[in-house]
């Protein structure tokens, strides 16, 4: 025992007792109070708690949010808005499918010449996999991601999988942080160069921007996968398969970063189209860049609720006066729920797919056996 573990009086009883100091007597030993016990066994409890149902609460939070919202801006004024917003959100689907297949081909050069092991309909069913649950599920980005790794894992490795996934991740951090400059511009023009949008953009500028640098390096310079391998049994056979595979990455992935800031522009082009349904106006360069630079601002302050339910809403009602829609909250609102709508039917789309060729994909020729060695398959499969 340390000399800090508030039992030296009793060392001292114990050595004039003849007893070892390991065996100090139980009446001894200072006990937790009542008290103590029951401050540690609520915290427990939180903790336990927030593990299992924290986003799922922040889900809850976030639909009430949205029906304070509409209660405010008035339900019948929204509805007026909605009503003729319909018409585009075929088209919005069509774009928020498109930038989200594009960062689908972008991950696809990352698993290199294995990607051919992988039949068509094995890639669009992990593809619309990944969209549905990352829309629907209270996952995450980064869950939806572990989804779509474990269904391609058989197909290309585990190994592959994980580091498309992690490669990934910084590209987004990246892509995000570049749309994050044409949004900086084009709020400065219109508030200034301190006013509060342009503020949350620019740091949101730097903060996925030094992320995401920081989130490469590390994956380059900490063999996280050797360290997996000797915190979890499962993944002691392919964690230094991983590290290898990290490094073996190009240091600068030109090609797929440039596939994830496409994909990025088709999004901001999907808001600037909304933007200008609703307000009445024509598409310009300004309003699309404002309307996505609001994105990526709810997108950071919400990243624990799922999909940012109730934070996107907040943020386009919030910052209504930089969409030049002070005097029509309900416009700014309805910004966030066209695209909410465009991205559950466009998820529904994808479950559909999911159905259909789930049943499919088993039936695919059998991985190689190369790789059936190296992955763990999914169990449904």
């Given at each position: ?6 039992l ?11 007893c070892h100091?390991s ?13 103590k016990i029951?401050q540690d ?12 149902h ?14 304070a ?5 008035g339900?019948?004024e ?5 009503a003729l ?8 689907v ?36 990944h ?9 995450g980005?980064?869950g ?9 894992a ?8 994980a580091?498309?996934?992690?490669q ?10 570049v ?5 900086f511009f ?13 503020v949350l953009?620019?740091?949101?500028f730097f903060a996925?921007?030094l992320?995401?640098?920081?989130m490469?390096?590390?994956?380059r310079?900490?063999?996280?996968g ?14 230094p398969?991983?590290?290898?595979e990290l490094?073996?990455q190009p ?6 970063g ?15 189209l ?12 300004t ?6 630079g609001?994105h990526?601002?709810a997108?950071a302050?919400?990243d624990?609720?799922p999909?940012?339910v ?7 009602r919030?910052f209504?006066?930089s ?5 029509h909250?309900?416009?700014a609102?309805a ?12 998820a529904?789309l ?10 499919r ?12 060695a ?8």
């Open positions: 025992m340390g000399g800090g573990d508030g030296a009086p009793f060392r001292a009883s114990c050595n004039r007792l003849g100091p065996r100090v007597p139980e009446g001894l030993v200072p006990q937790p109070t009542e008290s029951r066994h609520i915290i427990s409890r939180a903790v336990s708690f927030g593990r299992k924290g986003r799922a609460v922040l889900l809850l939070g976030g639909i009430a949010t949205v029906a919202l509409v209660w405010q801006v339900p019948a929204l509805w007026n808005v909605l917003s319909w018409p585009i959100v075929p088209a919005v069509v774009l928020d499918l498109a930038w989200f297949s594009v960062e689908g081909i972008a991950l696809l050069l990352f698993y290199g010449p294995g990607r051919k092991n992988i039949p068509m309909r094995v890639w669009v069913h992990a593809l619309t996999t969209y549905s649950t990352m829309v629907i599920l209270p996952v980005r980064v939806a991601e572990a989804v779509r790794a474990t269904l391609l058989p197909y290309v490795g585990a190994h592959k999988t580091a498309g996934a992690a990934m991740q910084v590209m987004v951090l990246v892509a995000n942080a749309m994050c400059i044409p949004a084009a709020a400065a023009s219109l508030g200034g160069w301190k006013g509060s949008l342009a953009v620019i740091v949101n996925n921007g992320l995401g640098v920081a490469a390096l590390f994956l310079k900490v063999r996280i050797g360290w997996l391998g000797k915190k979890f049994e499962s993944m002691v056979q392919w964690g398969e991983l590290d290898a490094r073996q240091a600068v992935p030109v090609v797929p440039l596939l994830c800031v496409g994909g990025r522009a088709l999004q901001a082009l999907e808001y600037g909304v933007l200008a349904t609703v307000a009445g106006t024509s598409l310009t360069f309003g699309t860049f404002i309307a996505e609001i990526i601002g997108a302050l919400g624990m609720v999909n940012q109730g934070v996107a809403e907040g943020m386009y919030v209504a006066d969409l030049g829609l002070a005097a909250p309900e416009k609102l910004i966030a729920l066209v695209v909410r709508v465009a991205n559950f039917l466009a529904g994808c479950f559909g797919m999911v159905a259909l060729l789930g049943g994909t088993s039936q695919e020729a059998e991985p190689p056996a190369s790789v059936s190296l992955a763990q398959p999914d169990p449904e499969r």
